[in-house]
T-cell receptor, first 117, second 110 residues
Framework: GAVVSQHPSWVICKSGTSVKIECRSL??????MFWYRQFPKQSLMLMAT?????????EQGVEKDKFLINHASLTLSTLTVTSAHPEDSSFYIC?????????????FGDGTRLSIL | KNEVEQSPQNLTAQEGEFITINCSYS?????LHWLQQHPGGGIVSLFM???GKKKHGRLIATINIQEKHSSLHITASHPRDSAVYIC????????????FGKGTKLSVKP
C-alpha cells in the first residue's frame, strides 16, 4: 500500500531554533500534500496545503513566514518551523494525495512530535 | 458548533463487544474518512466512503448523505482495537483538505 514517510519522529530543541520536517511519498507521486497540527486533546487542524511547484496555501491564523513550506518535487514536501518557541510545541503530521487525485484517499505520515524548551 | 461532531468522546468496552462510533457533519462533502490514530500518533486510513457501506474484516463503515451522518462499527472487539478513531470529511469543491472530528478514544478491556 501507499506509504508516506515523515522525518523526524521526535524533536526536542531550544527556543529560537529552526526545525525542518520532511514528508515523503515513497511509492507514489503527490501533487498535493497537507500539513496538519494537533495540540493535546484537540482535533487535527489544517495548517497549509502544499502544491508541487507553487506556493503553499496557508489557513487563516497560520503565519507563512514562521512555517515555511517547500514542495520542490512530486515526492517531497518540507515544513520548517523558524525560530521555534514553546507555544509551537505540538504534533505535526503530513498527508499526501496521489497524483491521480479524485477519489484516491490521502495517506498520512506517522507525525513529528516537536517539543521546544 | 464544530463542523464535524463525533460521539462518544470516550468509549470503554469489554473484549468481544460490538462497538459503534457516530459522526455527524454540517458541511457539503465529497467523501468521509474514518481514521485510526494509535498512542504514538501515527494515523492509518481505515475507510473512505461517499455513499452506502464498506466492510473490511471486523470493521464496517456506513454513511447516510441525506442525514449527514456516518457510523463506524467494530464487531468482536479486541484489545488491539484500542485507539482513537477519527472521522474526517473532505469538503466538496475543495483542494481535498480534511476537516476532522475530535476523535473517539476507544479502550477495549480483555
Amino acid at each position: 500500500g501507499a506509504v508516506v514517510s515523515q522525518h523526524p519522529s521526535w524533536v526536542i530543541c531550544k527556543s529560537g531554533t529552526s526545525v525542518k520536517i520532511e514528508c515523503r511519498s515513497l511509492d507514489f507521486q503527490a501533487t498535493t500534500m497537507f500539513w496538519y497540527r494537533q495540540f493535546p486533546k484537540q482535533s487535527l487542524m489544517l495548517m497549509a496545503t502544499s502544491n508541487e511547484g507553487s506556493k503553499a496555501t496557508y489557513e487563516q491564523g497560520v503565519e507563512k513566514d514562521k512555517f515555511l513550506i517547500n514542495h520542490a518535487s512530486l515526492t517531497l514536501s518540507t515544513l520548517t518551523v523558524t525560530s521555534a518557541h514553546p507555544e509551537d510545541s505540538s504534533f505535526y503530521i503530513c498527508s499526501a494525495r496521489p497524483r491521480q487525485g479524485g477519489n484516491q484517499p490521502q495517506h498520512f505520515g506517522d507525525g513529528t512530535r516537536l517539543s521546544i524548551l | 458548533k464544530n463542523e464535524v461532531e463525533q460521539s462518544p468522546q470516550n468509549l470503554t468496552a469489554q473484549e468481544g463487544e460490538f462497538i459503534t462510533i457516530n459522526c455527524s457533519y454540517s458541511v457539503g462533502i465529497s467523501a468521509l474518512h474514518w481514521l485510526q490514530q494509535h498512542p504514538g500518533g501515527g494515523i492509518v486510513s481505515l475507510f473512505m466512503l461517499s455513499s452506502g457501506k464498506k466492510k473490511h474484516g471486523r470493521l464496517i463503515a456506513t454513511i447516510n448523505i441525506q442525514e449527514k451522518h456516518s457510523s463506524l462499527h467494530i464487531t468482536a472487539s479486541h484489545p488491539r482495537d484500542s485507539a482513537v478513531y477519527i472521522c474526517a470529511v473532505k469538503v466538496a469543491r475543495s483542494q481535498g483538505n480534511l476537516i476532522f472530528g475530535k476523535g473517539t478514544k476507544l479502550s477495549v478491556k480483555p
